[in-house]
């Protein structure tokens, strides 16, 4: 047996090294400090590889900008305020379709909010998040197991698409160790980047810049982004369901709150309560064609999140109207339990008369 | 078959060790466990306390509203977690530190006088390791042989750290038979 008993944030930095990422550009806040601790101790010492722990996330960000143009696998992570610094660099990352990956460990907001775990940046994760017409790819872990898992297609969809990928965790997940194995091997190389930049040597120079003052020329940037969102809505939408066959009430959660739901549904289970789950797995692209299908069997849909409602926005634009959505949150960082969100289930499915 | 600990105690009494040590002799055994320290903004001296969850299925919250364990190394935590500890539930007390009794009557009061044992061997610090091997006997959620083994690993591997580690193996037994 490999397994290793780790905490969250020490999974995503050593799932990090083995999928070939070669800077990292952090600066410290809790609660995701031990994923920057454990590139220091070691990424830092791999040749080839940069460690910098910048004067601010603004400066961070920026030096990933900077590596990314160069062909290298960068990352960056922080916990929410930082993460809302960071939103200028990654709009200019997205308009450059260059490949990032940014960690979230989310914290109770607004402002500078608490320390707590929390899934209140969903919005800010899923709409792009900095200024202009841009998406990027949102994937939410939830197990020490996934974090690992989903940091090496993090990096690997990064690449693919040439856009910056968001790892959307929590407090929580960072700081809670679990058993994990690990399945890659750090790659003795990786796939040639043909628009890097690593000089022209003589050759023709290419250039890749974020500005433009021609408004048509801007528009064809734009469509051609739009192009690639529409393909990845196809190709890259990722979910779980769970004891969904007969259900009659489906919850909708992710991450940490699909855990804590789980164990719910579980209870329910047990009093012969029919309610399944969906787990979006991908936030951006969100299984709206899923959510849609369970439709067409499935009339009551809960959805469960650690903040004031956000996912059941893209929950009810799915749908269009069909079936009833109902919603329960804790925010602020207050972890509910798994007893607290059974009664709540259970209420709902006897209110809608689904025992009947 | 789940079960949830909280282990509580200063700063520097081996209190999240103690967790760690039993969620690694739970992987060990290959069951599902989480580990989940307190963390913020603690000061040094201040409380620390860590919640482990074993379970032989998926673990939903790694957080423990009733737990049926509760391990506490000093007075504040005693204070702090009797009326959380699940009705029939098991309360292991470091009896050398702490003086209070519970208001409790419905669960198991469990006194260990880990640092006076702890200090009879030599050195305090390895108190957290005596109240460990108690916990063990009483709880039953691991075999101590596991616990014992887990300890080379997770002591680490560096000469001064492995030189401590027959004193924190007879520190486990002189707790487990305690009980």
Known sequence: MNKSLMSGNSVIAEAAIRSGCQCYFGYPITPQNELTEYMAKHLSRREGCAFVQAESEISAINMVYGASLTGARAMTSSSSPGISLKQEGISYLAVCELPAVIVNMVRGGPGLGSISASQSDYFQATRGGGHGDYRTIVLAPASGQELADLTQKAFELADKYRTPVIILGDGMLGQMMEPVEFHQTIPKSLPEKSWALKGAKNGASRVIKSFTSNPAELEEINWRLFRKYELIKREEVEYETYMIEDAELVVIAYGMAARIAKGSIKKARSRNLKVGMLRPITLWPFPSEKVMDLAKTIKHFFVFEMNMGQMVEDVTLALQGQGEISFYGRPGGVIPTPSEVFRIISRQYYQKGLNR | ?179
């Open chain 2, 1 to 179: 078959m789940l079960t949830k600990t909280i282990f509580s105690g200063f700063g520097g009494q081996g209190v999240l060790s103690m967790g760690y040590n039993l969620a690694h002799a739970g992987m060990l055994e290959e069951k599902t466990v989480t580990y989940l320290p307190s963390y913020g903004a603690e000061v040094r001296g201040g409380t620390a306390n860590c919640t482990v969850a074993i379970a032989d299925e998926e673990i939903a919250s790694p957080v423990a509203s009733a737990p049926e364990f509760i391990v506490v190394m000093n007075q504040p935590s005693f204070v702090r977690f009797q009326n959380l500890i699940q009705s029939g539930g098991l309360f292991f007390v470091n009896s050398s530190l702490i003086e209070a009794e519970t208001v409790r009557g419905d669960i198991e009061v469990l006194e260990v006088p880990a640092t006076q044992l702890a200090e009879e061997l030599g050195n305090t610090k390895v108190a957290n390791m005596v109240m460990l091997g108690a916990f063990i006997r009483k709880s039953n959620v691991v075999s101590i042989e596991t616990i014992i083994m887990g300890l080379k690993e997770t002591l680490g591997k560096s000469k001064a750290k492995a030189a401590l580690l027959g004193l924190n193996n007879t520190a486990l037994k002189t707790g487990y038979d305690l009980l």
